[in-house]
């Protein structure tokens, strides 16, 4: 009978595991950690559980879905999300709601991110190259600034002018602010075509007691079909012979060598690690391609504090440039099970880092010390709440795709073919930043061509289904979930010479429809908060005769009048009036444009006929 060996126990490694044992094949699992799940683990602090990081379980593959719930059960919980922005001493919603974003950010700044907004819908950047520039043509340049810079940089340490346009397009997917209008007013989470944006799902799954009770159920179940799970054992050596793994050689806590053999080797070790493990050597140009594949690495600082509730969300990104902390985690409001004592909140803060950074070696002391300082100067907590503290480290959490970090894999990939008995699957196992239930269905591929079937494990996320917005040409379009990589100077976008513009290439970029929500909603913003400026600052001057002029918009609008209700009321019609001649001058102007798009086709079409015995 065949056997398998699998390098790591995270979500990758046990799904092959329990794939493998109900094919009837014995399995062992090697982990250098006594704790499995990996990056999925749960951590328990004193009866204190809590991630590192957040997991929503999340799947659009029905296979991932059925099994989740199989392995769980009733201890799957279904739970609402709630996640804001904190910025500058306030709270806003996430996904971004225009009317909360605007009323939160005060009447002058709502007005100049209404006139920033209909400056990007009117007169938006037309070569989108940069993170920086995509944003800002959904959402203006100033909401961007607010609301998506900062955090960002935060995340990646890369400047969002050089972060490259094909991450925003994956990672924001379909989501702009006229489609946040509309899921506003009709609460229905879909772009106009009809595809789920994931950014607006306020649902998702959970196991009651944290992500790592999923992965020690499946644990449990491996052991249970007669699977073995071999913990605190790091894998130092892989053996291979004749184009085939022999035997991995792993060291025990206290310096033991163990070695283990199987006909299989299934591995979700980190790329860099796997190669140079291999014994004998690979290459020097694949261990020199291995070498050069990075990671971003974070950090979470927990807080237990004496606060019955500290805020509601799940989860809180902080916008706030003063600090450092880039997101906090409400483990209470995950699941209340997380928490022992209802009495109490346990709060991660998370620090984006790489490892080469001063931070990452800082005491756990100095870093709890900073934690606290950034709660209390974002104003959400009192240092004296503080009861206890905990500090966990998380290296290489996402693999890092920079400017040559495909060919680096490509080159190590084809080296790893010849070793026919060797599959890589999961996310630091493949170098993706593969969410969980793709990391798993990778695995279950891999499983199953143990018994016969046969799949190309990095096909996963090639289909649609897996991809929100795909940009055709890109190098990582066809199978990646992307990670923030530099803009390539100009010369080298520009380096094979320019697309071949087709007629109907132009004609496309020429006529580019206007989103008719977009224009009536910047337009309706605009018109209510002058209108509102204008009553406002008269009110403010006072006088015998206030606003002869302006109070001839009374026969127009039904209720206006210059005092503070005529305002508000002037406000929500002149809104109102702004969208129809918005929503009707970008809907006539997309007609006209059409007709004539048509009519230059047409003609297009009748000039290449002419020309076609000239060119047989």
């Not at 056997?3 to 699992?29: F, H, W």
């Not at 709060?347 to 990452?360: S, V």
């Amino acid at each position: 009978m065949s056997s398998a060996l699998i390098i790591g126990a995270g979500p990758a490694g046990l799904t092959a595991a329990y794939e493998l044992g109900k094919l009837g094949i014995p399995a062992t699992v090697v982990e250098s950690d006594h704790q499995v799940g990996g990056l999925s683990r749960t951590v328990n602090h004193q009866g204190y559980r809590f991630d590192i990081g957040g997991h929503r379980f999340f799947s659009k593959v029905p296979l991932i879905n059925t099994l989740w719930h199989e392995i769980l059960g009733e201890d799957f919980l279904l739970r609402p999300r709630l996640s804001r922005i904190h910025y500058r001493g306030r709270f806003f919603d996430y996904p971004l709601k225009p009317l909360n974003a605007l009323a939160g950010l005060g009447p002058l700044e709502a007005l100049l991110v209404s006139l920033s907004y209909a400056k990007a819908r009117l007169a938006p950047t037309r070569e989108e190259t940069s993170f920086e520039q995509w944003v800002s043509n959904r959402f203006g340049y100033r909401l961007y600034e607010i609301f998506f810079k900062t955090y960002t940089e935060k995340v990646w340490g890369i400047p969002c002018s050089e972060i490259s346009v094909d991450w925003a397009a994956q990672r924001i997917k379909n989501l702009s602010l006229s489609e946040a209008v509309r899921n506003a007013v009709f609460n229905h989470p879909r772009s106009k075509d009809g595809a789920l944006i994931t950014s607006l799902i306020e649902q998702f799954h959970y196991p009651r007691l944290g992500p790592g009770m999923m992965w020690e159920r499946c644990a449990e179940r491996v052991a249970a079909q007669g699977g073995r799970i071999v913990q605190g054992l790091r894998v130092e050596r892989i053996r291979h012979r004749h184009g085939r793994v022999a035997s991995v050689i792993g060291r025990t806590d206290a310096g033991e060598l163990v070695e283990l053999e199987g006909e299989h080797c299934i591995s979700t070790m980190p790329v860099r690690d796997l190669v140079r493990a291999l014994d004998p050597p690979a290459p020097d140009e694949v261990r020199a391609a291995a070498e050069r594949l990075r990671y971003r690495d974070y950090l979470t600082v927990v807080l237990i504090v004496k606060r019955e509730s500290v805020f509601p969300d799940n989860w809180l990104y902080v916008h706030s440039p003063e600090v450092k902390l880039g997101r906090i985690q409400n483990y209470k409001s995950w699941s209340p099970e997380m928490v022992p004592d209802q009495t109490r909140t346990s709060l991660g803060l998370e620090y984006f880092l790489w490892d080469e950074d001063e931070q990452w070696t800082w005491p756990e002391a100095r870093l709890v010390d900073l934690g606290i300082r950034d709660c209390v100067q974002i104003g959400l907590i009192d240092p004296h709440e503080v009861e206890d503290s905990t500090v966990v480290r998380m290296p290489k959490a996402y693999p890092v795709y920079d400017q040559r970090y495909q060919s680096h894999l490509a080159t190590v990939r084809r080296y790893l073919t010849t070793i026919e008995n060797l599959q890589l699957v999961g996310r630091n196992g493949q170098h993706r930043y593969n969410n969980q239930d793709h990391s798993m269905l990778t695995a279950i591929y891999a499983a199953r061509n143990l018994a016969g079937e046969h799949h190309d494990v990095w096909a996963v996320n090639t289909e649609m289904d897996y991809h929100e917005e795909v940009r055709a040409g890109h190098p990582a379009a066809a199978a990646d979930r992307l990670v923030p990589m530099r803009v390539p100077p100009e010369s080298a976008r520009h380096a094979t010479g320019p697309a071949e513009r087709t007629p109907e290439k132009v004609i496309e970029e020429a006529f580019a429809r206007l989103d008719p929500v977009a224009l009536g909603a910047a337009m309706g913003m605009v018109g209510g908060l002058l209108l509102f400026a204008a009553t406002a600052i008269l009110l403010v001057k006072g006088g015998p005769f206030m606003g002869r002029n302006l109070m001839l918009l009374g026969q127009y609008l039904f209720g206006f009048q210059v005092s503070w209700r005529g305002a508000a009321i002037g406000m929500l019609e002149a809104a109102a009036g702004g969208f129809a001649f918005g929503y009707g001058t970008a809907t006539l102007r997309n007609w006209g444009l059409a007709a004539y798009a048509a009519l230059l086709r047409r003609r297009a079409a009748a000039e290449a006929r002419r020309d076609l015995l000239d060119r047989v």
